[in-house]
């Protein structure tokens, strides 16, 4: 027997329909890539999204066609969001921070059609655009006052190109499993692989993540992503805000510490999310500039470990919460976030960030579980490590074109290529990815333990910890270290801070002062490049 209730397609545009009609004066504030803050309201974007459906049927796009986006967060990256998803077509939004290379190599895996820019990016795409043959136009997100001469062909100012289009044009009507986005891990070790959102999965994710254990959002909260849209999909911010009615400030092409901190402070921004690369940059702004926060309740922080130092910076000196959160953008991407449970909720001190450091729990759409090697599932303990599967509705069940279809099992399980402990209360913590977790004499060290616990030296700007061959132990931790500038941290007061805070088996076995460590286009070390930087590195204590 069948339910009786309506079959209501969980469709994105409904998000913004929602928005437009119940929340229609609620702002979003951008810092334009011309420079001015700009305001609008989510009536005003759902209008110009429906432009942006009806210029890209009279383009000749069709269902599931790609349309790309290389942009910054702004309010007219939020109106081709939805406008793309509404004429049925699929946005890919692309990561301008990859090498030149890889986002030729991405647009034309992908075969995008149409290519919607910002101004910052024409010199790059001037250049890349003879090797992307998919690409028939190229819409600047500007006006015609500032749209300048360019080679690329069949550019328009993004004004233009919707000028006559009807602010009333119906969205092209698809099944809730159709393709409405697309998004490419970083692929920091072969080719980056395709990930495609579906309307019902970023809905559900969506749903989820506005939840109170997860982002918490509501239509009285005033969220700024950092985050950009094209990373992970946006943290799913571009839907959550809109479906709950938040306020949205968006920061554009500004990412430094004094921009990111005018907005906060002048559109009171009440939550906010980033990597934690970020909030490096903010808290030294903070902390040369004397600036507050007093608006700020949630800082979210994923994308690689928040370190327990910034966690405690947040709570003691600025009054904010953090919410240290885990994800993928396989995941949609928001796997766990960490907010306080029953269980631990009268903790405080200390024992209140021991828990802060997990990256958090579960929503009811992701099931996980660790595994050995042996795919056989290991205890929620809080103590074994695992490699650390998901599944969900807003989680991949293949790449685009089939790449890398051993991450997947028969189950519908993902190996997230994470290693992790969850303990009895579903708490994660992230210990490692698998192919960095330093193997010592047949036991795991969590390099991201050691780095978490290096930065809370006060002379350690940022440290990463990688293993070094060794012959006895297999490998050793070596950590490697910048300095805060003006400070000469040595060898031994690093190691003697970190003695009796972790186990002995766990100290490095040297540190290396370094003046920068690489990243990947995703803010995260990128340790690839770091060991083989170091390849040829051997520890001085190996005569034993
Ligand atoms: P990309 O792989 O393109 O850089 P993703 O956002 O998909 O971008 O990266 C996901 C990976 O980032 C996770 O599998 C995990 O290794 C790492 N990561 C994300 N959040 C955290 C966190 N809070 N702590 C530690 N690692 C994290």
Redesign the pocket.
Known sequence: MLGTMQDWPLLVTKIIDHAALNHPHRKVISRSVEGPIVETTYAAVHANAKRVTGRLLRDGIEVGDRVATLAWNTWRHLEVWYGISGAGAVCHTVNPRLFPEQIAWIINHAADRVMITDLTFLPLLEKLAPKLPTIERYVVLTDRAHMPETSLPNAIAYVDWIAYEDPATPWVSVDENTACGMCY??GTTGNPKGVVYSHRSNVIHSLAAAQPDMLGLASRDTILPVVPMF??NGWSIAYTAPMVGATMVMPGPKMDGASIYELLTMCKVTVTAAVPTVWLMLLQYLESSGGKLPDLKRVVI?????PRAMTKTFRDVYGSEVL???????MS?LGTVCSMKPEVLMLDGEAWLDVKQA?GHAPFTVEMKITGDDNVEKPRDGKTFGRLKVRGPAVAGTYFRGDGADAFDTEGWFD???VATIDANGYMR?TD?SKDVIKSGGEWISS?DLENLAIGHPDVQEAAVIGIAHPKWDERPLLIVIAKPGRTPTRDSILNYMDGKIAKWWMPDDVAFVADIPH?A?G?ILKTELRQRFSSYRFPNLSD
Not at 302 to 306: H, M, N, R
Not at 324 to 330: C, L, P, R, V, Y
């Open positions: 891990t970083s990373h992970a994923g994308g690689s470990a928040a240290h959160a885990w994800g993928m953008t396989e991407p990256t997230t290529g994470d992230i990815r991201i990947t995703t995260k």
